[in-house]
């Protein structure tokens, strides 16, 4: 049996998906666009770390803001769709890094502000990547997360990392606003304010956004039918398998 990493997972899943990210309305969109916008408000001479970049929804909405952005992300195939959309985008001010959240190979306080959003899921340690963005920010600087979030009870919780694996296994777990305001102080970050959002998942879409094999969704499928009314309800489960999840958006600062 040929031996796998983590990060051969990631490679692997996102590297034929990259093009399906740059059109998925789900990240193309977002309230919280208009919120890491507005904190760019005055800082035309900022560096932006875009951390776990994916197809560069971030990058694109804050390069017109900002000094420079920076796309990062373990994926290539990812970083090469984010240069041609923001070459075709007249966006000259991003470039591209490859490599992992929990390495980060640059100075110390290089950035002005590090935002990340639908990633932290994904790192195999939450809490190294979050000591990585404090080293990497400036003192005063400021990062913004963004992800799926866990309700925290466990019931809920372990429907929710179940259903995530399966549709994706470089799945690692979406943290309760517990675990996060822990983790985030603990890496020496001061937590500012977290808000939580809802979010609705269109099945089909979310399936098929990372080629999902067949195996697994009626998995899904047959989960979302075998648990209770508790679970059916908070997660707002359609008949079509559609569904709500939250979402956190926090701030911390340096």
């Not at 990062?72 to 240069?83: F, G, H, N, P, T």
């Not at 808000?195 to 609705?200: D, G, K, N, P, V």
């Amino acid at each position: 049996m040929t031996s796998t990493t983590h990060t051969d997972v990631v490679q692997r899943q996102f590297g034929e998906q990259a093009n399906a990210y740059l059109s998925s309305a789900v990240h193309a969109q977002g309230s919280e666009f208009a919120l890491l916008q507005a904190e760019l408000t005055g800082r035309a001479d900022a560096r932006l770390l875009d951390l776990g970049c994916g197809a560069g929804h971030v990058s694109f909405h804050v390069a017109p803001l900002v000094a420079e952005v920076v796309a990062y992300d373990l994926s290539q195939a990812m970083l090469e769709v984010v240069s041609g959309a923001a070459a075709e985008r007249g966006l000259g001010n991003i470039s591209t890094e490859c490599g992992a959240a929990e390495r980060l190979p640059f100075a110390d306080a290089s950035f002005d502000f590090v935002f990340s959003r639908y990633s932290a899921h994904h790192w195999s340690d939450l809490g190294q990547a979050l000591r990585e963005v404090r080293r990497v920010l400036k003192p005063g600087g400021v990062a913004a997360f963004v992800d799926v979030m866990s309700p925290g009870s466990p019931l809920l919780d372990t429907y929710l990392q179940s259903v995530e694996v399966l549709r994706d296994t470089s799945h690692v777990r979406d943290y309760s606003a517990g675990e996060w305001l822990r983790q985030v102080s603990e890496a020496g970050l001061f937590v500012r304010n977290h808000t939580r959002q809802r979010l609705r998942l269109e099945y089909r879409s979310w399936v098929e956004r990372m080629r999902t094999p067949a195996p697994m969704r009626q998995a899904i499928r047959e989960l979302q039918q075998a648990m209770g009314e508790e679970v059916r309800q908070y997660y707002q489960i359609e008949a079509d398998g559609s569904f709500s999840t939250d979402v956190l958006v926090l701030w911390a600062e340096r």
